[in-house]
């Protein structure tokens, strides 16, 4: 064990920080007092059937229909195999994927709820394995659990190695008994919530229980609520929270004000003298590799360096920022094939622990590796920024050049009338020179307007 988890919290945000060997490994940011949505439960009413899209769209009382996959389309990683109602019709589904901008939540018909040892799957029948476990393990929890099973399933868990049989089965019972009572509980003819997943600091616990030292929070009511869980379901860990009135101390031993400052900047230095190039778009994020100082005997040797250094801080970054979706990363190119495989096997063994919810699909004949990370929700970084109102969202302004432009076009469908002309202070040399250059002072009340943006301009008739 040297793990340790942070959670500070202000009046309306709730930062969990994850520390692994003295860094911070994983950054979690939750809105207080807000639903979770993501691996939430909900009740859903079928309001249109989408052929096109192999799929259906439902009322889950969210703002925006959901969307579900049916069968043979693939959600995520998971095959759907729910047949689907008639519209009008009601069904459980959860949360796959939070919405984001104009796109409503992903569900799904299979349901799945994690615990110490198992992973209970209630509408799948089956034993099944985490990917870290050897198959061979299989017939060992078969036997131990296939008759305590009904019509569910599980996935066992690599912390299950080390539990008791007993503890074990007494974690599926305690599913199997709390799904019973939650079937009671659904509403026959309405939509909504039905199951609240846990906030994401007590799920950082729930997978990382084995491994945590400490769990350090500043706030007590959340301190209550971290207690309150651990009296359920890992009693143990209790002696290993702790309250603190200041968290400073430990915010800055782990120099977390200079790593949430690098997960905003999208330029990322290497060792040896190359750096990433990290862009999120709406489609997907892209990743560029760039070479530093040579210090090999050639260019293929550069490359395969620098590629390789690549890859630790690529892995590291996506985890830290909780980047998802579709990731393309475009390499310094490299001829040997070998290399190019001995750059890709390095990229799957730096994701071996996430590798439920990463598919790498190798490297393209363009030379840009391909891979897909689960997305549940928005990265750190989008959850912690707004659209700039400078470029309003776009990362880039218009030059002054093409301003003043742009200006001069629209006073040619006004010459001769008196308008206001008002432009942000950094504008206004250049505005200037283009009035007096081309005589126009006398027509043109040029002001400054302080708080708009650097490309801004607005005209105004004035008589």
Known sequence: MNARLIISASSELILSFFIRDFNVDKIRVEKRNH???????????????AKELNGVFLDIGLEREAYLPYKGIKNGDEEQECSIPSVGSYMLVQVKREPVGDKGAKVSCKVSLPGRFIVYLPNSRGVFLSGKLDKSMKERFESMLMP??????????????????????????????????????????????????????IEIIRDNWSSIDEVVIDDPELWE??????????PEMLTRVRYVKEIEVFLKRYEIDKVL???????????????LVIEETEAMTVIDVNSGS???????????????EAVEEIAKQVK???????????????KNKRNKD???DKLKKAFEDESSKVKIYGITNLGLLEMTRKKETRSITKQLSVACPYCRGKSFIKSPEFVVYEIEKELEYLKGKKVELRVNPALKEQVENF?????????????????????????????
């Not at 639903?35 to 059937?49: A, E, H, M, P, T």
């Open 320 to 334: 830290l920022r909780d980047l998802g979706g579709i990731i393309v990363i475009d390499f310094i190119d490299m």
């Open 342 to 344: 001995l750059v890709v």
């Open 148 to 201: 305590h099973l009904e019509s569910d399933g599980v996935i066992v868990r690599t912390s299950a190695l080390l539990a008791r049989k007993e503890d074990i089965i007494t974690e599926l019972k305690k599913f199997q008994s709390m799904w019973k009572k939650l079937l009671k509980k659904v509403p026959k003819n309405s939509v909504g919530l039905v199951y609240e997943d846990f906030p994401q600091y």
């Open 261 to 275: 400052n690098r997960i905003f900047n999208k330029y990322v230095w290497l060792n040896g003298g190359g750096f």
């Open 435 to 463: 009035i007096h250059r081309n005589r126009l002072g006398s027509w043109i009340i040029l002001k400054e307007e302080c708080d708009a943006p650097l490309d801004y301009y607005e005209m105004t008739y004035v008589g």
């Open 225 to 234: 609520r971290v207690a309150s869980f651990l009296e359920d379901f890992y």
């Open 294 to 308: 040579g210090s090999g005997d050639s260019l293929e040797e550069n490359a395969l360096r620098t590629n390789l």
């Open 35 to 49: 639903r979770r949505l993501s691996n939430s439960i909900f009740v859903g009413k079928i309001r249109r059937i």
